[in-house]
Each structure stands twice: as structure tokens, then as C-alpha cells.
């Protein structure tokens, strides 16, 4: 595989349209801005296409790091929703984030 650089980033970019468009079509829940909020994993892909190794390697840890993007950009949706559970228990139980009970009179 002489030419894997094209083969990833054009099979980031049908993943990526893949889960656009199920987005879209309300069959997948997450945010556009979730993308954004990924952007650290653009510097580890940038950081292992510079790494010194054998190509095939390269390869594999490039697709490990776009794995890591889609499972990180369907994960965070679930993670909102549970910081919102625990929100939600605070305000339920009357205790304060910072851990003191708040006067309720």
C-alpha cells in the first residue's frame, strides 16, 4: 500500500460524511461542535504522520487515532447527559458543587 495517506483521509472523510448524514437523518445524536471540541486528536495525527518509523506502522497508528475520534465524537453525547444526571442530583438533594449543603431557609 504505496499510497496509504490517500487511503486514510479519504476513509476519514467518508466516516465522517457517513456520520453527518445519519445525524441528519436523527440516527445519531451529537453535537457539531463536538468536532471542534476534538480538536487535540488533530495534533496526535499530526504527531504520528511525523514519527520515524516504518510506514505500515504509521499506518496503523493513523487509523487508530481516527478510531479514536468517532468512538470519542459518539461517546461525548452520553457523556453530557451524565453530567447533567449529576447536576441534577445536586440541585435535588440541596447540596452545593463545592460539597457544603446550601441554606435552604
Do not use: C
Amino acid at each position: 500500500m504505496k499510497n496509504y495517506s490517500n487511503f486514510i483521509t479519504g476513509t476519514f472523510l467518508v466516516i465522517l460524511g457517513l456520520l453527518l448524514l445519519m445525524r441528519n437523518l436523527n440516527l445519531l445524536d451529537f453535537d457539531i461542535m463536538d468536532i471542534f471540541r476534538l480538536w487535540p486528536l488533530a495534533l496526535v495525527y499530526a504527531g504520528v504522520e511525523m514519527l520515524p518509523v516504518e510506514p505500515k506502522l504509521k499506518m496503523y497508528l493513523q487509523i487508530g487515532v481516527i478510531i479514536l475520534f468517532f468512538i470519542a465524537l459518539i461517546s461525548l453525547p452520553l457523556l453530557r447527559q451524565q453530567q447533567v444526571g449529576i447536576l441534577d442530583y445536586y440541585e435535588q438533594t440541596g447540596i452545593e458543587l463545592s460539597g457544603r449543603i446550601s441554606n435552604l431557609g
